[in-house]
């Protein structure tokens, strides 16, 4: 029994030495109510707990604490603590903590109490800083608030403006409901505190979106008695000082009319990385409670484009799903997204968001690049002539050079690369009615995400001697303008060409129609040794239309004969409206 005794001494004396030396601002042994299951520990930022000692108390807390950030010299800070539990009056002590801090009590009780002041003048590290809370009982806890200010730096861009957004709250809902609203900081120099001001004891960031120092935070409105509150006020601090406020417009706290209380399914999981140029539709998460009608939802936190969007279903006004579809403006990580739901009485309540990436794509960058090409007249066999990696998913391919009068014709498009590396090939297709050499044709591949262009190279294409595709008997054609018709207005400045994919057969290809069908003044012509490739493994046949005047033809059919007689027919119509009409 002695032997137990004397341990028991020696551990409560060790804990004192450790209270007195105070050798970490992380953790303290102290004296006052403890939570369960947290004996004498203490997280940065969170209560510290404490053994028990007489006289007893009920649990004692901080209901509020606002963090304080680091940040340069002379960066003012404030912030707004509040005490639950224990018994009043309450007394709240700073400690470790720059001089031109300073904290004042806020209500006749001490239940809450102001932090004011900035970071003093000069550089320091401050880790023992933090507020310990005493209620008339003496039982203790504290709040840690470690600190590093640092000089400013003369070569550092001044941040844009700080400002602070949102919703507000319901014109009215009942007392201790859960009502929310959210805020959102831009501007200025991350990381931001928050502060809370002209708001009942029971209002304060809470849930799982409160994040203290993130550019969004939730707001907590479950206040127990009726009232009528126009001076709640919402105030941001980022790290070097500046600070932003936004006054929530006016509400009453009622009793009665309970309504259910207003919820929303999780939402689905997105993928964790996206890329720009990408798109991912969650499953569908329905809202419920509350009014039972009128709801609506929408997105916070995501970028500032309408990309990441909240879509309702018309067949299910509960229903919703999310819409991700960045693009290159949309470069970054969203880690605080909420959907925010309500209904028609303004009630809201949210859901969180997982992470998402979306990250910037690798620049456009030559894979390999082949030599020239040389090709048979009348060929439309695709060539790889190089290939690229990198950009956003999304490409156009433009060859340059091509002459005119369309002797000859060089068509370019990308495809995945059978090496299987993510690169992709570029597709090359000269035609030429005739043999020659056509020198230093350019071939570009533009990035339509991020507008980024890249030489492919400068080739030269030789066509040999005339020869014949061995294709057999024309088996079909298809008129590229399909159905509808072709629709254009009149007057327009260029010539509106399109054509006539021819399957199998043997060139050159002959065409006949009859030419009194079309109205003159649109300007119809066919060209079958002028080709238009918009397909591999087929041939193809240029149509023209430069109208004048208005007009149309309908059904009109056109032959097309190869050279061993085989045949097929397509019918074209057009649609040629007074100029300025529109499609």
């Known amino acids: 029994m002695r032997q137990a005794r004397n341990a028991l001494f020696l551990l409560l004396a060790t804990a004192m030495a450790a209270q007195a030396a105070d050798t970490s601002p992380y953790f303290r042994f102290q004296y006052g109510a403890s939570p369960p299951g947290k004996p004498g520990s203490a997280e940065p930022g969170t209560n510290d707990g404490g053994t028990t000692a007489p006289p ?28 639950a539990g224990g018994s009043a009056p309450y007394t709240m002590t700073l400690a470790g903590a720059p001089p031109t801090l300073t904290l004042s009590p806020d209500a006749p009780d001490g239940s809450s109490w102001v932090l004011s002041g900035d970071l003093g003048p000069s550089p320091g590290t401050f880790r023992r800083a933090r507020i310990t809370l005493t209620d008339a009982s003496s039982a203790q806890t504290s709040y840690a608030i470690p600190l590093d200010v640092s000089a400013p730096s003369a070569d550092q861009p001044n941040p844009p403006p700080l400002s602070v957004g949102g919703d507000d709250l319901p014109p009215s809902f009942n007392a201790n409901s859960q009502t929310y609203a959210t805020a959102t900081a831009s501007g200025g120099a991350p990381p931001y505190a928050w502060s809370l001001s002209g708001a009942p004891q029971t209002m304060a960031f809470s849930g799982y979106s409160h994040l203290p120092t993130a550019s969004t935070v939730q707001v907590n409105a479950s206040i127990p008695t009726p009232a009528h509150y126009e001076d709640v006020t919402l105030t941001v601090t980022d790290s070097k000082g500046q600070t932003a406020s936004r006054k929530l417009a006016p509400f009453d706290v009622v009793t009665g009319n309970a309504l259910a209380t207003l919820a929303v399914e999780p939402v689905p999981t997105p993928p964790a990385t996206l890329q720009a140029g990408a798109t991912w539709t969650s499953g569908p998460f329905h809202v419920s409670g509350g009014s039972g009608t009128g709801y609506n939802a929408y997105l916070s936190g995501g970028p500032s484009s309408d990309s990441f969007s909240v879509q309702q279903d018309p067949a299910d006004p509960s229903a ?19 959907v925010v739901a309500r209904d028609d009485q303004g009630a809201s309540t949210l859901a969180q968001v997982g992470s998402v990436s979306v990250p910037a794509p690798a620049p456009l960058a030559l894979a390999a690049q082949t030599g020239p090409l040389s090709v048979d007249p009348g060929s439309f066999d695709p060539h790889v002539n190089g290939s690229f990696k990198g950009g956003s998913g999304t490409y156009t391919i433009e060859a340059f050079g091509n002459p005119p009068d369309f002797s000859f014709y060089l068509y370019a498009y990308d495809q995945a690369s059978a090496s299987g590396d993510g690169s992709r090939d570029v597709m090359m297709i000269a035609y030429a009615t005739s043999p020659g050499t056509w020198r230093d044709l350019l071939v570009v591949v533009t990035d339509a995400g991020t507008g980024q262009r890249l030489e492919l190279g400068r080739f030269d294409v030789t066509v ?62 066919i060209d079958a040794s002028k080709p238009y490739p918009l397909a591999t493994g087929v041939s193809g046949i240029t149509l023209r239309l430069a109208p004048t005047a208005p007009g149309q033809f309908d059904s009109v059919p056109v032959v097309v004969t190869d050279s061993k007689g085989s045949s097929c027919t397509v019918a074209l119509s057009a649609l040629v409206n007074p100029k300025g009409t529109g499609y």
Do not use: K
């Open 56 to 83: 007893a108390s009920l649990d004692l807390s901080f209901a509020q604490a606002s963090p304080v950030v680091s940040g340069q010299t002379g960066a003012p800070r404030a912030g707004t603590y509040r005490a």
């Open 320 to 338: 919703f799903r999310l819409t991700l579809a960045p693009g290159p403006a949309d470069i970054g990580r969203y880690a605080n997204m909420m």
């Open 464 to 525: 040999g001697d005339p020869g014949t595709v061995a294709g057999g008997p024309i088996t079909s054609c298809t008129s590229v303008w399909g159905s509808p018709p072709m629709t254009i207005n009149s007057g327009d400045t260029m010539n509106h060409q399109d054509g006539i994919h021819v399957n199998g057969g043997e060139a050159p290809f002959a065409v006949s129609y009859n030419p009194g069908a079309i109205p003159s003044q649109l300007g119809f012509s």
